[in-house]
């Protein structure tokens, strides 16, 4: 039965700085496909995938971490993105994902200190800082010099390049969840005293200067976006009150967009508790959406749309969120990957929200994977041309999930040799 909510402002387009036009409120969230082929290219499950997704409703759809430096990978089997030689693939990517009206952007990372072992032994980051407890899957990692920080800015800027000439419809800076960018952002884990570090306004420079170089390259008309933590949740990292000056100063650097997020691996707050819906608290959309409040004290200090991802769930939330003028968009993730019509649906009043959908083993290191594994299998599903499985279970996904990881892992070793090789 649907509940009688007016639709309406989920509907309204959203005209962004740099002039383009999003046709509606709803984005896929970025969700790490695990889909790049043996070369880190675009694969064909990865075009059918999104293919299916720009059939069901969303303005936007958001791609998982696009790779802009192989050595910095979040998954084994993320695209990656350092030169031309994928140019084709993206195009076919962004022309199905945009087939039917919705605009496909690329959130553009790198993972940094949070790049597994079996990736690279020796992670880049602000400074010698490891990842703690995490049984020991990340490597203590190098801190950059100021000539790699410079050199990777470029690839930030270069990926940008590539998604525009692509034909795709905007890039996403992923400055959240404890990746590089977010690193360098955290008093925690950036020690270093040069332009990179030592106050708040060089810790920004980086992802400052990301903005600025991207713009440079793909002109005025071009959505840039980026994902900030509202705060790192932890005792003297990133904090509300940071969050808030760097906003400021992305604003000022004409970004177009911003999407509120939190946390990292060592305090994982992206994904709230996994479970929903969560105990009931005061109204509707502070209960659905995690990180709400913090998008509230935002827009007292910036204009620039702002994103909100996490939680969300149901039409009446999202629509009393939108009518709160607090935020301008709402990102989905994990439900889109059970129900890929779900934009579609909310939009046309035959659903009122999203299937409650139960993951956890109730195990927390089990529960964590589960929470990308399970749902990473439904997107694979759909990868294969076929509709998602809500009654997968537990147990197999996981069994599934670490095996194609291990698969991919010896795929794309076997593909570093072979390049390797060539060089
Ligand atoms: C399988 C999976 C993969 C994810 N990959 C990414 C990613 O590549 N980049 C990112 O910024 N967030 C990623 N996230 C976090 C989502 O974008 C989103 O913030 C989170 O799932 C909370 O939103 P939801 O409650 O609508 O799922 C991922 C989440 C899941 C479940």
Redesign the pocket.
């Known amino acids: 039965m649907t509940v009688a909510v007016d639709r309406e402002p989920l509907a309204r387009p959203l005209l962004l700085p740099c002039g383009t036009t999003l046709r509606n409120r709803i984005a896929k ?4 496909e695990a889909l790049a082929d043996a070369g880190f290219g675009p694969s064909d499950a990865l075009v059918r995938l999104y293919e299916r997704w720009g059939r069901g409703g969303a303005g936007m759809l958001l791609s ?2 696009v790779i802009v430096d192989r050595d910095g990978r ?1 998954d084994p089997a993320n695209v990656v993105l350092e030169d031309d030689r994928h140019l084709a693939g993206l195009r076919r990517w962004g022309e199905a994902a945009q087939a039917n009206g919705a605009a496909l952007w690329l ?1 553009l ?1 790198h993972a940094g200190r949070q790049t597994a072992r079996t990736i690279t032994r020796t992670p880049v980051a602000p400074s010698a800082i490891a990842v703690r407890g995490r049984g020991g899957v990340f490597g203590t990692p190098r801190a950059m010099t100021s000539a790699e920080v410079d050199a990777m800015i470029d690839r930030f800027a270069d990926a940008g390049a590539l998604a525009a000439a692509a034909g795709l419809a905007g890039v996403q800076i ?1 400055a ?2 404890g990746y590089l960018v977010s690193q360098f952002l955290s008093p925690l884990v950036n020690h270093r005293d040069d332009a990179w570090g030592g106050d708040a306004t060089r810790r920004m420079a980086m992802l400052l200067a990301i903005v600025e170089r991207t713009r440079s390259r793909v002109g005025p008309g071009f959505p840039i976006a980026v ?1 900030l933590n509202s705060a790192d949740f932890q005792r003297g990292g990133f904090e509300p009150g940071d969050a808030i000056a760097v906003a400021q100063a992305l604003e000022r650097a004409g970004v177009d967009l911003i999407e509120v ?1 939190g946390g990292n691996y060592e305090s994982p707050a ?3 508790r996994g479970e ?1 819906p969560a105990p009931a608290r005061e109204s509707t959309r502070a209960r659905e959406a ?1 990180f709400l409040v913090y998008a509230k004290q935002l827009r007292e200090h910036v204009r620039v749309p702002l994103m909100l ?4 769930r149901s039409a009446a939330a999202m629509v009393e969120i939108l009518e709160g003028g607090e935020v301008d968009l709402l ?5 889109l ?1 059970v129900e890929p019509d779900l934009p579609a649906r909310l939009l046309d009043g035959s659903a009122d929200a999203a299937r409650e959908t139960k993951v956890n083993l109730g195990i927390r290191m089990l529960d964590d994977a589960l ?2 594994l399970w ?2 299998q439904q ?1 694979h599903r759909m990868g294969r041309g076929l509709e998602p499985d809500p009654s997968l279970g537990r147990v197999c996904a996981l069994a599934r999930g670490l095996g194609e990881q291990l698969r991919t892992r010896r795929a794309s070793l076997g593909s570093e040799r072979r390049t390797a090789a060539l060089r």
């Open positions: 969230a970025a969700m790490s998982g971490n979040t959130q990372s992923h959240a969840h994902k997020s992206m994904v709230g929903l995690y991802t996490g939680g969300l990102g989905l993730g994990r439900p990957a929470q990308v749902y990473q997107i």
